[in-house]
């Protein structure tokens, strides 16, 4: 028998004092207040007495101190899957306070924004959508029973809850439900996944957070 539940969790607060839009760049893990976000969403779920089975990380920094509760939690080892990593942008690096504005007066740099639909300054949507949901369905057959944790980032995370309620993959990223060491979950019915829950267990230090960084 396949797992129960998925469970997408993403990562808790950046260590990120100038505002760099990290993505997949080294360097960037989690601040103490993420370090303790990551232990609020991984305790709530070992009070409550949940199933976990196996937990998965993205191969980044952060998502790997942010499945250590979790491991420790529920006696596992942190796995590591390439498919749940940060989708790739060609803006790493930048102060996340860049607008389209000041993107236009780089002459070079607008083939970046000509198509925001897919988009076109990083990885398409449906690149993050189809490896995220590959993750997922591996997840499911990866154990016998009981749950499995996914630690990502708020991207593929979002991309994998628009693809299974049949929302279009283009959006406004301010409106993402999504938040630091949040948890979105799944489970596999006849037809494919759907989602049965959204949890924010460190709701309390996400008051405080600052949640920039991401793409």
Request: glycine share 8%; proline share 6%; hydrophobic share 40%.
């Amino acid at each position: 028998m396949p797992a129960q539940q998925i469970h997408l969790v993403r990562h808790g607060e950046v260590h990120n004092p100038e505002h760099v839009l990290y993505g997949r760049l080294d360097g960037f893990g989690l601040s103490d207040l993420g370090h303790r976000m990551a232990a609020a969403s991984a305790d709530a779920f070992h009070e409550q007495g949940v199933p976990v089975r196996a937990v998965v990380a993205s191969p980044l920094q952060r998502t790997r101190e942010s499945a250590a509760p979790w491991s420790s939690a529920f006696g596992l080892e942190t796995q590591v899957d390439e498919r749940l990593i940060e989708p790739s942008n060609k803006y790493e690096g930048r102060r996340s306070d860049f607008t389209i504005a000041k993107q236009l007066k780089v002459p070079a740099e607008w083939p970046w924004i000509v198509n925001p639909l897919k988009p076109s300054w990083g990885e398409a949507y449906v690149s993050i959508a189809a490896r995220m949901l590959s993750a997922v369905d591996g997840a499911w057959s990866s154990v016998d029973e009981g749950d499995v944790v996914l630690v990502s980032h708020q991207l593929p995370i979002w991309m994998v809850h628009r693809s299974v309620t049949g929302a279009r993959l283009f959006h406004d990223p301010r409106r993402r439900r999504c938040t630091l060491s949040s948890i979105t979950t799944l489970e596999r019915r006849e037809g494919g996944f759907v989602e049965v829950g959204y949890q924010e267990p460190a709701a309390h230090l996400n008051q405080s957070a600052v949640d920039l960084g991401a793409v």
